[in-house]
């Protein structure tokens, strides 16, 4: 990979090329507005073109945002908004927290390093449901997140990732080792410099290549997977920049789901991907990529890259928001949860309800059943041989259920029959301690094996 250039931020730098400007460029003006003005702007008929960036790094006032724009900007007009989150585990619109998210680490110090062991030391990490499909992504400083919302008849899917691998090359030969793939996911191929051909070249529009495609070095490192929403005139399609993230040995633990071999959804399941950094840790983040997006946008789209960065550059510090020539941009971010619709999809976002009751239907199984056939592994030595578990999840709540541990099948059936008379309707969310409701059921006749099938069945359901 290309040594780095430095680092910086891109409110207090601009990469030269970008503000050397003519003496005719400099006396071109907009009109500045204060950032209370953006949904004003945002819906006027006029705004053509929209850039913005964020300040914010509340993942739910970020999204709420994306939804604002994909909701309220004209039909026929182009957006581009970058934003960065604090840690959090983001997942799609139509997965199961259960099976994708490891609950338990999320509020490790809130509740104790003792209280869960192993518990990675990067303070509390959120959980959120965005309101597009796709799979689940870990946000945190590490990495940009980028939207593009444009009008549903110019849409496809590798559109805008093609954008961003255009953008990642924009300096010192940094992204040809980058590619969309057949999944419309930006990758990072594998190599070495070393063994480039001399003499190499390679289109910068040739973002379905990179020139370690071919050295076969180990798997392509996915940076950037996307994820899509469509309505009948608007497409928003979003993804994450892996740039130089320094939790990229934690995700494994945030996405793996102790549930995960024991429960059978319906949605959208993750599709597991090796994933890497672009850039090395002590990068900052925002050096090159968000002026370099923005540039690459400004050229798709016919916009003086120049005027608009030179114009952040001096002006973002008072947080105002420009207009002019069909052309609208500035940060956002810190004020805008005033509007009522981007509070309420605040709101929303943040609700247990949201959060775990839009999961699709799914069931979780100790052993082999009729919607289940896997085999599953082996449980742990300190539940009874003959428990079984069976709980059938519907929007959130307990359909069904059979909790038993006796081999007798007459025993069985009554200790099933008391659990499910306590749990059928609850929402299961709310459930905080499964030991504490099997001893509520007194289905058990020894109290220690509602202790030790609680205990399992929190390791899985109870955050």
């Known amino acids: 990979m290309a040594p780095s250039r430095g680092c910086g931020n891109l409110l207090n730098f601009v990469p030269r090329v970008l503000i050397r400007l003519s003496s005719k460029l400099r006396s071109k003006c907009y009109s500045t507005y204060p950032s209370s003005f953006f949904a004003q702007l945002a819906r006027d008929p006029a705004s053509k073109h929209q850039i913005y960036l964020s300040r914010s790094n509340d993942p739910y006032i970020n999204l709420s945002i994306e939804h604002y724009l994909l909701q309220k900007t004209p039909a026929d007009s182009n957006v581009l908004f970058l934003y960065t989150n604090r840690p959090s585990v983001v997942i799609g619109r139509n997965q199961n927290p259960w099976l994708e998210v490891n609950l338990r680490l999320l509020d490790a110090v809130k509740r104790g390093r003792t209280a869960v062991q192993d518990a990675p030391d990067i303070g509390d990490v959120l959980l959120v449901r965005r309101r597009s499909g796709g799979g689940t992504v870990f946000h945190d400083e590490g990495n940009v997140n980028y939207c593009a919302i444009c009008p549903s008849a110019d849409f496809t899917r590798d559109k805008h990732a093609e954008m961003v691998v255009r953008a990642l090359r ?9 590619r969309v793939n057949e999944r419309h996911d930006i990758v990072l191929d594998q190599g ?25 070095a180990g798997p392509p490192l996915k940076i950037s997977g996307s994820a899509y929403k469509l309505t009948r005139l608007r497409a928003l399609h979003h993804g994450t920049c892996l740039w130089a993230s320094p939790n990229l040995g934690l995700i494994h633990a945030y996405l793996s789901s102790p549930g995960r071999p024991f429960i059978k959804a319906r949605g959208v399941e993750s599709v597991r991907s090796p994933v890497g950094n672009l850039c090395s840790r002590n990068m900052h983040h925002n050096f090159e990529f968000e002026p370099s997006v923005i540039s690459e946008f400004c050229e798709m789209h016919g916009i003086k890259a120049c005027d608009i960065m030179q114009t952040l550059k001096e002006t973002s510090v008072q947080g105002r928001i420009h207009s002019g020539a069909g052309l609208v941009f500035g940060p956002v971010g810190n004020t805008q949860e005033v509007v009522p619709e981007i509070a309420k999809g605040v709101a929303e976002l943040k609700s247990m309800e949201w959060i775990y009751n839009q999961t699709p239907q799914f069931i979780l199984s100790s052993h082999p059943c009729e919607e289940d056939g896997r085999e599953n592994p082996l449980l742990p030595l300190t539940l009874p041989p003959s428990m079984r578990v069976y709980l059938k999840i519907r929007s959130g709540a307990i359909l069904d259920s059979r909790i038993c541990v006796s081999e007798d099948s007459e025993i069985a059936n009554i200790e099933a029959e008391g659990v499910q008379r306590l749990i059928a309707g609850q929402q299961l969310y709310k459930i ?10 007194n289905a058990f006749q020894e109290p220690e094996t509602s202790f030790k099938v609680g205990q399992w069945l929190n390791e899985i359901f109870v955050r």
């Open 170 to 178: 924009r300096w010192s030969g940094i992204g040809f080792n980058t």
């Open 192 to 216: 070495s410099w070393d063994n480039v051909a001399p003499g190499w070249s390679m289109e910068r529009n040739d973002t379905h290549r990179s020139l370690f495609q071919q050295q076969n």
């Open 432 to 441: 905080q301690d499964w030991k504490q409701i099997l001893q509520q059921s």
